[in-house]
T-cell receptor, first 114, second 115 residues
Framework: DQQVKQNSPSLSVQEGRISILNCDYTNSMFDYFLWYKKYPAEGPTFLIS?????DKNEDGRFTVFLNKSAKHLSLHIVPSQPGDSAVYFCAASDGGTSYGKLTFGQGTILTVHP | DVKVTQSSRYLVKRTGEKVFLECVQD?????MFWYRQDPGLGLRLIYFSYDVKMKEKGDIPEGYSVSREKKERFSLILESASTNQTSMYLC??????????????FGDGTRLSIL
């Protein structure tokens, strides 16, 4: 039972354009959502997060949007750069007594072409 | 900056061996986690610890155990390694703050091969 899904295994974008990565979830108890970036042979690096009380959070070139009614979140990268090429994972947590446990999606490989 | 250190980047072991993966964090974080990453499956939680000597099963605990005798160190143990435990293993830690969600911070992973 995949509670967090990233339905696009890969995405290819031209440098300077917008990258949009999508993520869907099924568990309505999730109230904290995160995006991680992972380069080969390295651990995931935290990028940006959003709490369920918000619908948008920005940090420089990265913006995360949350649509609670659709149980959907997306990560926008503008402008995209070749160094953004990596695997992107979305993750979700329910506040309760989960001790910060995260449920991850399968990941999307982003390739940004010069 | 948070530093999560995993003792080995690459490890090759044989079927039936007992395998220890070590993880140390230097930020006095309460929570620590072990995941495995497999292609197409994302990261799956094996075990986590919310404080010293406390542990909870994650989504795929079978064949694994953990130990947390000190706050900074969280060990993952493969009791009798099998080939289906060949994977990338990732350790993470997280600070606990009341009324504030905090992200997990990851080590660089251990690529474990069981022959």
């Amino acid at each position: 039972d995949q509670q967090v899904k990233q339905n696009s295994p890969s995405l290819s974008v031209q440098e300077g354009r917008i990258s949009i990565l999508n993520c869907d979830y099924t568990n309505s108890m999730f109230d904290y959502f995160l995006w991680y970036k992972k380069y080969p042979a390295e651990g995931p690096t935290f990028l940006i997060s959003i709490s369920s009380i918000k619908d948008k959070n920005e940090d420089g070139r990265f913006t995360v949007f949350l649509n609670k009614s659709a149980k959907h979140l997306s990560l926008h990268i503008v402008p995209s750069q070749p160094g953004d090429s990596a695997v992107y994972f979305c993750a979700a947590s329910d506040g309760g007594t989960s001790y910060g446990k995260l449920t991850f999606g399968q990941g999307t490989i982003l390739t940004v072409h010069p | 900056d948070v530093k999560v250190t995993q003792s080995s980047r690459y490890l090759v072991k044989r079927t039936g061996e007992k395998v220890f993966l070590e993880c140390v964090q230097d930020m006095d974080h309460e929570n620590m986690f072990w995941y495995r990453q497999d292609p197409g499956l994302g990261l799956r939680l094996i075990y986590f610890s919310y404080d010293v000597k406390m542990k909870e099963k994650g989504d795929i605990p079978e064949g694994y155990s953990v130990s947390r005798e000190k706050k900074e160190r969280f060990s993952l143990i493969l009791e009798s390694a099998s080939t289906n435990q060949t994977s990338m293993y990732l350790c993470a830690s997280r600070i606990v703050q009341v009324y504030s969600n905090q992200p997990q911070h990851f080590g660089d992973g251990t690529r474990l091969s069981i022959l």
